[in-house]
């Protein structure tokens, strides 16, 4: 019996042939398998019943959105995950299956992977199989250290996803937030932290959730977003953050203090990333995934099927 993934990707496929007219060359390309994976696929595709004259299987609904936000926001794909009247812990562990079987499939030529923090990128490193990855190093790309939260930390994620790959990984020795812009350019200035975020700024791929500094923010979970904060964030125009860098909504990064006083590497930097993965749930957070997507810092984007209709809406 197929499994969901199987059935999502001939789903894919089919439209593609059948209804946008793409030859079996075009999609190989686009999915980086040979032409005869693809064929094979299709011919499954009738087996099961799948294709007939017309696409006949449920996940036509998400393949549909994917479609429309790839066009929307010009992305090189998006995958939508169906929610399936799941609850709300259920949604975000297939999300974070969804997303590890992607990266798992995309690693090809990848020598250095970049990864943020946050809820979303935890549930990718959870559900990621064990495989081996020799040649791969896994890089943070922002700071995180202390007592609290320790699970979210940009390092302990790198560390478990190094351990479930058989890779090596990297470590940021510095917190996410500093308190004056006059420490934040001591510590970068140290070798080994130096040294660890030029190493972000040349990696391949990375991975990378999206954050509302106002709603179930996980930077004020950690401390590090306080009520005065979250005031000042607003009047300059803040809907949002990559990491610890904050944007409005066009996704241009804010003139405000915070922005000074992170510690990893900010929106231009990872836009400037060849791959950026954006692993996100939530309606409560649709605001700042627009603008993440209007700024152009996404090239791939994985999403429940409730957020990704609210986009469309939008």
Not at 9 to 33: C, D, H, P, S
Not at 86 to 98: A, D, I, N, P, Y
């Amino acid at each position: 019996m197929l499994d969901w993934e199987e059935r999502r990707l001939m789903v894919k496929l089919a439209k593609l042939y059948y209804f946008e007219g793409w030859t079996q060359a075009q999609i190989a390309k686009r999915q980086n398998v040979s032409r005869p994976v693809i064929s094979k696929l299709l011919n499954n595709a009738k087996k099961e019943g799948i294709v007939e004259i017309y696409i006949k299987d449920e996940t036509v609904l998400t393949v549909e959105l994917e479609d429309q936000l790839e066009k929307k926001y010009g992305l090189e794909e998006v995958v939508v995950v169906s929610a399936s009247n799941f609850s709300h812990e259920k949604l975000k562990q297939q999300l974070g299956k969804t997303a590890s079987s992607y990266l798992s499939k995309h690693l090809e030529g990848v020598r250095n992977l970049g990864i943020s923090w946050g809820t979303s990128l935890l549930s990718l490193v959870e559900e990621y199989p064990y495989e081996r990855r020799n040649n791969l190093n896994i890089v943070p790309i922002i700071g995180g250290m202390g007592n609290d939260f320790v699970h979210l930390h940009s390092n302990q994620l790198a560390f478990q996803l190094a351990q479930k790959m058989n890779a090596s990984c990297s470590y940021l020795y510095a917190p996410a937030m500093v308190e004056t812009n006059e420490l934040k350019n001591n510590l970068i200035r140290i070798k080994e932290i130096a040294h660890v975020l030029e190493k972000g700024r040349n990696v391949e791929m990375a991975l990378v959730g999206i954050g509302s500094p106002f709603k179930e923010s996980t930077l004020e979970k950690m401390g590090y977003l306080q009520g005065n904060d979250l005031k000042t964030l607003r009047e300059a125009g803040a809907v949002g953050n990559i990491g610890s860098s904050f944007f409005n909504a066009l996704g241009e990064e804010i003139d405000h203090p915070l922005n000074d006083h992170f510690i990893g590497l900010n929106i231009k930097e990872i836009r400037n990333i060849p791959k950026v993965i954006g692993i996100v749930e939530g309606v409560h957070k649709l605001e700042s995934i627009d603008a993440t997507l209007k700024g152009g810092h996404l090239n791939v984007l994985i999403i429940d099927e409730y957020t990704a209709q609210a986009l469309i809406n939008e």
